[in-house]
């Protein structure tokens, strides 16, 4: 199956990904919210949450790099992948069902107004 040469890009950048030192820490544990990398899972107070690649992956970078504000864009780039084409809204999305699925006792991810996101420190 022919693959169109941004697809190609991308799917190389998240083998690339998936094994860089960023994807064999274990997990990443911020109070009640804990992301077990290897699994593929997140917990919140113990409780299983589920969420789709793209979340779990938008999820896991924004803790990794607590307390650093990234743009739509920077965000877009480094989850998404570079030739991703779709609108910046598509990361505003992304966090309110995050937030919806993490629920009150996970409140780190913050919006900066007129700049983007962070996930700060617990």
Same mark, same amino acid.
């Given at each position: 199956?022919?693959?169109?040469? =941004?697809?190609?890009?991308?799917?190389? %950048?998240?083998?690339?990904?998936?094994?860089?030192?960023? =994807? +064999?820490?274990? #997990?990443?544990?911020? &109070?009640?919210?804990?992301?077990?990398? =290897?699994? *593929?899972?997140? @917990?919140?107070?113990?409780?299983?949450? +589920?969420? @789709? *690649? +793209?979340?779990? =992956?938008?999820?896991?970078?924004?803790? +990794?790099?607590?307390? %650093?504000?990234?743009?739509?864009?920077?965000?877009?780039? %480094?989850?998404?992948?570079?030739? /991703? /084409?779709?609108?910046?809204?598509?990361?505003?999305? *992304?966090? %309110?069902?995050? #937030?919806?699925?993490? &629920? *009150? @006792?996970?409140?780190?991810?913050? @919006?900066? #107004?007129?700049?983007?996101?962070?996930?700060?420190?617990?």
């Amino acid at each position: 199956m022919p693959y169109v040469p =941004a697809e190609l890009y991308t799917r190389i %950048r998240r083998v690339e990904w998936s094994r860089s030192d960023f =994807a +064999q820490q274990e #997990r990443i544990k911020m &109070g009640p919210l804990c992301i077990d990398l =290897a699994a *593929h899972e997140v @917990t919140v107070d113990g409780r299983s949450r +589920q969420l @789709t *690649h +793209q979340e779990f =992956a938008l999820l896991s970078f924004l803790c +990794q790099n607590r307390g %650093r504000v990234f743009s739509r864009r920077q965000l877009l780039e %480094r989850v998404w992948g570079v030739d /991703y /084409y779709g609108s910046s809204r598509t990361v505003d999305i *992304h966090v %309110r069902r995050l #937030r919806m699925k993490l &629920g *009150h @006792t996970v409140n780190n991810l913050e @919006t900066v #107004r007129g700049v983007g996101y962070k996930m700060k420190e617990p």
